[in-house]
């Protein structure tokens, strides 16, 4: 049986489609699967439905807002076309800026944004940048696909569940056609410690992993609060990243106001 759920943009008359048959059928699916990396690369990543010329007006309003870190411009100083993953993406006008758009805006950079909620998957998929795609799923916290449920239509009296799939990040990775990231951003993305240890350290290589906090409250792997420093000095989170090659571009306890900071490969290719 075929089950067809449809989340209407009324102003916008935009549909989007969900068959949530694809769910089952490849639910534990392994994140070497061919089949799998096919499926994510033609169903579910897509590029923006907004226009050129409006896509850079509301670009250039969005991006006087945004202040890159300090971390960042050391780290990536003026390296253009790089590649980046951001995991729980947002671009919504009156949501926190993101780095990433920065990257895309003045560098050129290019990559993907995932975020599972449909209600602010509908503002990423409209204000994503030329040549970067989205994808409206979350992220596995093992090596197999699984799927979460999220509510459609905030608290109205119309309001539904939806499923939605959360793919492995490798395979999110080879549906990229890319095993290389220059950056991977955590937003708001739930057990970031589960999501960095599926990854097969001999097949891929990121250079940069950031961390973003606006307000995470689900950071159960590591056992601690939703405080941006405890996330970024954590030292579970530090020993398994240090272990994989990676150390602080920064410095614990985090005095500057910032929300974000990243953790930077020191192994040479």
Not at 95 to 101: I, K, W
Not at 143 to 163: Q, T, W
Request: charged letters at 20%; hydrophobic letters at 35%.
């Amino acid at each position: 049986m075929i089950i067809l759920i449809f989340s209407t943009d009324l102003k916008n008359r935009h549909y989007i489609h969900f068959n949530s048959t694809y769910i089952w059928d490849f639910e534990d699916c392994g994140q070497e699967s061919p089949k799998l990396i096919h499926l994510i690369r033609t169903e579910y990543m897509e590029s923006s439905r907004m226009n050129i010329s409006k896509q850079t007006s509301v670009a250039d309003q969005f991006n006087r807002k945004i202040r890159p870190s300090l971390q960042l411009l050391k780290i990536f100083k003026k390296k253009k076309h790089g590649i980046f993953f951001e995991l729980g993406a947002n671009r919504d006008l009156d949501a926190p800026p993101s780095e990433t758009e920065w990257l895309t805006t003045h560098l050129h950079w290019h990559g993907l944004l995932t975020q599972p909620n449909p209600d602010i998957y509908r503002g990423v998929l409209k204000f994503a940048r030329p040549k970067t795609l989205t994808a409206q799923v979350c992220i596995s916290p093992t090596i197999y696909v699984k799927h979460a449920f999220f509510k459609v239509g905030g608290g109205s009296a119309n309001s539904s569940l939806i499923p939605v799939p959360c793919f492995p990040l490798y395979s999110l990775m080879r549906a990229y056609n890319t095993t290389f990231l220059d950056l991977l951003v955590l937003n708001k993305v739930n057990a970031p410690l589960q999501v960095l240890k599926t990854l097969p350290l001999s097949q891929v290589r990121v250079q940069v992993i950031g961390l973003i906090n606006h307000g995470l409250n689900e950071v159960v792997d590591l056992g601690i609060d939703n405080d941006l420093e405890d996330l970024c000095c954590s030292e579970d989170l530090a020993n398994i990243l240090e272990n994989r090659g990676y150390k602080r571009s920064f410095t614990c306890p985090i005095h500057d106001a910032t929300d974000s900071c990243y953790y930077v490969c020191a192994k040479t290719t």
